[in-house]
């Protein structure tokens, strides 16, 4: 069984596996990283990107990111000159729970107002087989539905409202990143004009195909295990094409015998369902094979070949109410060329993508998560994690294990870095005489401290064993 077989059947058996937040230090201003000499660079500026700068930024981390096209979002890029709502022609619907997007923005005190709405069971769902279609429901065709639908908005509203405000001075666009060189300390990063960047860190969020069709050049071969996964990883290409009606004959969806199967996925559904609209659009979606047949085809002959696919199912009704379409093929478009890593790639494909390279290179996106892929919110958790390995492997002051503590080199003298297992220990930060100034028990590894944010008195950190095993520290953090 596949891991992601394994997770949709714990999913159906009521066991969820939660998506949850690796990232648990409180979002004020005594904690602080940014004592890299260089910043941690982000290559792309998708999900996985924006969720990984605003994580870090979270984190007051000294960031960067570089986008090779001329802005943001990637796979969740939108059309909103063609309705009066915005048409999604990539990443359409949230696949799970609300929860999800107040996982994403990672921070108790923001409340999420993007408004998504599920599919009513009774609705119609069509099944076209042997030149006769059958009309059913959601709930007979499909069982339990959790997909969602963006209500007047998209995931990419969701990324503009709660992620890019805080980090959008941080993007630069234009920038297709061509090699780079790990060998040293510090990372160099080239682009496409030849200009070079320092980095710290570098998390990779570009397409997995990028990195298939060898566009970035790496000084150091990458790991075997890697270079493997990455050729024999199946991407899959897609097509989205969507057209405006003057009269809606369709159902909410439409499925074929070969609408899902190991080789991709086919299917015609209705795009406004829910929009305050009086717009009927109907959303042709073909990923994998299924995709290669409307690919083939440009113009009037795409357009000609989907009516008449549509005429021969609704007798000739897609014809006459046609007022006009709108494309997007993935496969073509400039620093994506793919549609998302397949359904049905075996986990270990997405698990050795995931892995770091020397502590210095982290990847993320939707290709890397083995989890789960192909959605935003698996590129979303994929960055979370790598933010947290990449943050995990920054050099640290202070190290916990469970029978000692190691005091390492300060690196700055504003900044404490403690890592390591804080299961039996108490964390606190306390005055002269004792008393507790702030307790940081319940964060998790690694614990930056910011002295410049602390009180102006003289401070300390207390580390103790919460059974008063092993080591206790008392540490000056500042005089
Ligand atoms: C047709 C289609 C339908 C989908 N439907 C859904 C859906 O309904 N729901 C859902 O959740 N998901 C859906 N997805 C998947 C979802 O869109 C993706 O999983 C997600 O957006 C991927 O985010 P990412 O950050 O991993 O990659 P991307 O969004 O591709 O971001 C990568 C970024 O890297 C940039 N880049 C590339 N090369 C370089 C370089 N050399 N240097 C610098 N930058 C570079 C790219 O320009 C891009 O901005 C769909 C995808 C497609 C194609």
Not at 20 to 30: E, G, M, V, Y
Not at 335 to 350: C, G, K, M, R
Not at 374 to 391: F, P, R, S
Not at 460 to 466: D, P, R, S
Request: aromatic share 12%.
């Amino acid at each position: 069984m596949k891991r992601k077989d394994f997770i949709k059947i714990m999913g159906i058996l009521g066991i969820s596996i939660p998506f949850q937040p690796i990232l648990s230090f409180s979002n004020n201003n005594t904690s602080s990283v940014g004592t890299c000499s260089k910043p941690i660079f982000i290559i792309g500026a998708g999900a996985a990107g924006m969720t990984a700068a605003y994580l870090l930024g979270q984190q007051g981390a000294n960031f960067q990111v570089l986008e090779a096209s001329s802005t943001y979002g990637g796979r969740m890029k939108i059309n909103t000159s063609f309705a009066n709502f915005p048409i999604p022609l990539g990443a359409e619907w949230l696949h799970g729970p609300v929860s999800i997007l107040s996982n994403i923005v990672n921070d108790s005190n923001v409340s999420i107002n993007t408004v998504t709405l599920g599919y009513n069971p009774q609705d119609t769902s069509g099944y076209y087989e042997n030149n006769i279609l059958y009309i059913d429901t959601i709930a007979n065709d499909f069982g339990t539905f959790e997909d969602r639908k963006f209500i007047n908005s998209s995931w990419l509203h969701f990324y503009q409202t709660y992620i890019l405000p805080p980090i959008s001075q941080n993007i630069t666009y234009n920038k297709q990143i061509v090699s780079i060189d790990y060998q040293n300390d510090i990372i160099i990063l080239t682009d496409q004009n030849g200009a070079t960047y320092e980095a710290e860190k570098v998390i990779i969020t570009v397409p997995l195909k990028i990195l298939k069709n060898g566009v970035i050049n790496f000084s150091t071969s990458l790991p075997t295990s890697k270079q493997n996964a990455i050729q024999n990883a199946n991407v899959w290409g897609g097509i989205k094409v969507f057209l405006k009606f003057s009269y809606k004959f369709y159902p909410t969806f439409l499925s074929f015998p070969n609408s899902e199967t190991s080789q991709g996925q086919l299917y015609y559904y209705d795009a406004a369902y829910g929009q305050n609209t009086s717009s009927k659009i109907l959303g042709l979606f073909a990923v994998g094979q299924q995709a290669a047949a409307y690919q083939a085809l440009t113009g009037n002959a795409l357009k000609d070949y989907i009516l008449a696919e549509l005429d021969q199912i609704f007798a000739g009704a897609a014809s006459i109410h046609y007022i006009s379409h709108t494309v997007q093929n993935w496969s073509t478009e400039p620093f994506i060329e793919s549609a998302y890593l397949a359904d049905v790639e075996n986990w270990t494909i997405p698990y050795q993508l995931k892995q770091a390279v020397n502590n210095k290179l982290f990847f993320a996106g939707e290709a890397y998560n083995d989890n789960d892929w192909g959605a935003v919110h698996n590129a979303a958790e994929a960055a979370q994690i790598a933010v947290g390995d990449c943050l995990n492997s920054l050099p640290t002051d202070i190290v916990v294990s469970a029978t000692c503590i190691d005091l390492l080199p300060e690196r700055n003298p504003n900044k404490f870095r403690i890592c390591g297992d804080f299961t039996n220990y108490t964390i606190q930060i306390i005055y002269t005489n004792g008393s507790q100034y702030q307790n940081l028990s319940n964060q998790s590894s690694p614990i930056i401290i910011n002295t410049n944010n602390l009180p102006s008195s003289p401070m300390f950190l207390k580390i103790q064993n919460t059974n008063n095993l092993g080591p206790k520290l008392i540490q000056r953090l500042k005089y």
